[in-house]
């Protein structure tokens, strides 16, 4: 391990998402949740009651719903910092003209 190794994110706090933003959000959280679980279990991964790396058992090895709240803000930090990412770096996000 590299003990020198300072994490340098892009700074994205001045970056304010607007209103509409809000469900997306959202739904990456889930998106995010759904694409780590289905890793987990594609590597053998299974559901246990603590994590357990040799047996390789995860609690959060269920539906997104049955989160504890603190996973769920987790998954909805990284669906947050992805988007402002995004706008920080001169996308726009709009859906598809219908």
């Known amino acids: 391990m590299n003990s020198n190794y300072m ?8 970056v304010q998402l607007p209103e509409p933003l809000d469900a997306l959000a959202d739904q990456l959280s889930r998106n995010v949740h759904e694409v780590w679980a289905q890793m ?16 390789r058992t995860h609690p959060c ?19 947050i910092g992805t988007l402002k990412f995004i706008m920080k770096c001169g996308f726009t996000i709009a859906p598809l003209k219908q």
């Open 7 to 14: 994490p340098q994110p892009i700074d994205t706090s001045d």
């Open 61 to 79: 090895l269920v539906p997104y719903d049955e989160l504890t709240d603190e996973e769920r803000e987790y998954d909805y930090n990284t669906a």
């Open 40 to 55: 987990r279990l594609s590597q053998g991964w299974t559901y246990g009651p603590r994590r357990d790396d040799e047996l």
